[in-house]
């Protein structure tokens, strides 16, 4: 991983929603979903605006009270999970971001970003059919198409 | 429009696809549905869905059987059923009817889905602005809608062989492909109130979301406080200067484990038999209609828990609750158009304000909380 890096997220097959400071994340083609707060919910929405590795890292130094050592050692385990679980994917070419860095009034002290993982959904998705074929008006592919 | 005349009515040329293929072959369809109507025992049923006037044209008895009762405390007069506004959905099954589907266009396999099927069936290249198609291969069911004629298909193999829960909440793919250019939104939600008002109760199985729906529902000829819009699904108009919840379903159902919950229901069951493998099934329009509202105006959202506390609490929530609670269930439930789906719901938990609904152990305090609740909102 590269400071210059961007990534974009991974749609159309992940979307995803932020709600005060809280992110739900859905994988549409997995059937997973997550969640994430705090710093997880900055990075994520600095992802989505195109921001650079450097940027989130510059970004989290301004918001939160932590050191460069600790937030950038903390960023790129965090990344390579969301490249893992197939929501974020490296971007080329991106427009760089122009990021307005503004410390608010009382920074929050830095905790390690967190993704919470869920997996019930996965049972509604059709993977693989099991079924008796029937006689009557089961599709035959058209031998033509 | 008459039933025949919405098969060669022409397309606007606005919206036109440059792919040919979805028109292609909702055209087959439609044609099949004709062939199948010409030969079988036809009717038509018009109901308000959601605020709109769905005109439901069927072909054998088995699909109206499978797909009208549930949707009956719904239906309406004719009236408006020519409408530019109105849209219409033919429904016809091949057991019935000896009509078989046309051959498909797409990429099939019998005993496994191919690449041209996405995760829950929607077919891809036959999904656009226009056209929707899904094909569900474990119940053999195809849906296709096209926007722009304003027109839906539902086809079956065979309507008697769906599953049980098919009649609880039928046709849920067609109104779910219809609602997504509309500010309608098909939701995993009970529902109740009153014309004044009333309350989305979210959360997955198990939450306690029927049993506090139907709750409402009295044990004895007392007139209800507040009525049910639905135990599992509803439908809601996401306007955030009036939020409006409807009813879609009257069919509700409850785990046979909850039945004792609710004895005077118990003789309304119409599966009796069959308790040890399905969900009770209750049609609340034959055995309390006093007891169904058709829409009002959402005033909360509700996310119950079951706490086992002797009394029942309300107390306030975070929109993202909510959103949480209701989006992935709702999203992995319905196919097609997600994305769409989680922007809605987003939407939707900012409309009306959120709380957790501690539920108590005596239900009949349930209803009057809520309503009481409701009532100093």
Redesign the interface.
Known sequence: MNVNDQYRIN??NV???T??D?V?I?H??A?I?Y?MQGTGATIWNLIERGATVRQIAESLLTSYDGDLMTISFAIAPFITQLIDQGLIVAMTGGTPLTLALTPPAVRPPFVTPMIDI?K??QN????????E??D????????A? | MTFDSAFTAAPSSANRVTDTAPERYFNAVLDAFARAAATSHTSERCCTIAGALFRLCYAGRAVERLTFPALAHLETGAEGADDDESFTVYLWDSAATDVPLPAIPWDFAADRCTRDYGTQGEIRGYNNARFGALHHQWYEQLTLIDRQRRIGIVWFADAAAQPYWERAFPLRPLLHLWSRDTDVQLLHAAAVGTPRGGALLIGVSGTGKSSTALSCVPDHDQPPGLRLAGDDYTAVRIDAAAPTVYSLYNIAKLNADNIGRFPHMARWISNPDRLDTEKAMLSLYDHAPDALIGSFPLKAILLPRITGAARTQITPARPFEALWAAAPTTIFQLIGAKAHTLHKLTALVRCAPVYTLALGADRYEIPDAISTFLEDL
């Open positions: 749609a159309p979307v995803s929603e709600i005060d809280e739900i859905i549409l083609e059937g979903y969640s869920y019930d959904m509604l998705l059709m993977i693989d059919p099991i079924h074929v029937g009557i008006g089961w599709p035959q592919q058209n031998p198409s």
